[in-house]
């Protein structure tokens, strides 16, 4: 649980930084450079584009300084890359790759497949997620409701995972044309039966409720 945090925190100020170069400066010819500005006053501006080269453009040489706003893809298929931790009765660390198609700026549908614990037992979650994004922005809050089936990595015989559901609130940024930071909170359902190796008509079934922190990068 702590390196999946870890992780997580390196990747969050990464594209934080990555964030801070949509910044845009405008010329009187038209032109724009969009990059970091990373020095400016009275007399000139300094800015850094993603190439690595700086640039020096005088304040009568500028129409204007602002930020860079992604438009962002509304339809067509995406993928989203996510980190998570599952709190509440069960602790545990889960990663999930999600495949789908956007139908426009606030319609996302997915497959969903991932890999996560219950009680120290690893499990592959395969989901069907569907996302409403509340505005048609670059920025934007969204809601999540997923269901699907919870198979177990091993122990077939016994173990016959279980039903899964749950939802979510996040916000997403893109911080491009194509891609996009997200965090998200929400609540996770499961419903997991273990069979008795000694006697075939008795079975286990534990129901658990957790809380699930998530952050994810999503490319269209």
């Known amino acids: 649980m702590m390196k999946a945090l870890i992780t997580t925190t390196l990747i969050v100020f990464g594209l934080q930084g990555f964030a801070q170069r949509n910044q845009l400066i405008e010329l009187n010819n038209g032109s724009q450079i969009k990059g970091k500005i990373i020095d400016t006053n009275e007399q000139q501006t300094k800015i850094e584009t993603r190439d690595g080269s700086v640039w020096v453009f005088q304040s009568n040489e500028i129409a204007k300084i602002g930020s860079y706003v992604p438009k962002v893809s509304s339809t067509g298929v995406y993928s989203r890359a996510s980190l998570g931790i599952l709190g509440g009765e069960n602790f545990s660390p889960s990663f999930q790759l999600t495949n789908g198609y956007s139908f426009n700026s606030h319609w996302d549908l997915g497959m969903t497949v991932g890999v996560e614990t219950v009680f120290w037992d690893w499990y592959v979650p395969t989901l ?59 609540y996770r359902y499961a419903r997991m039966v273990e069979l008795s190796p000694w006697w075939d008509d008795f079975r286990t079934i534990r129901q658990l409720n957790r809380i699930e922190l998530r952050f994810a990068i999503t490319f269209k």
């Open 128 to 186: 069907v997620q569907g996302r409403f994004n509340l505005l048609d922005r670059h920025f934007t809050p969204f809601v999540d409701v997923a269901a699907g089936y919870m198979a177990p990595f091993r122990n077939w015989d016994n173990d016959k995972g279980g039903f899964t559901c749950g939802g979510a609130l996040g916000i997403t940024k893109f911080v491009s044309n194509r891609m996009g930071i997200t965090t998200s909170v929400g």
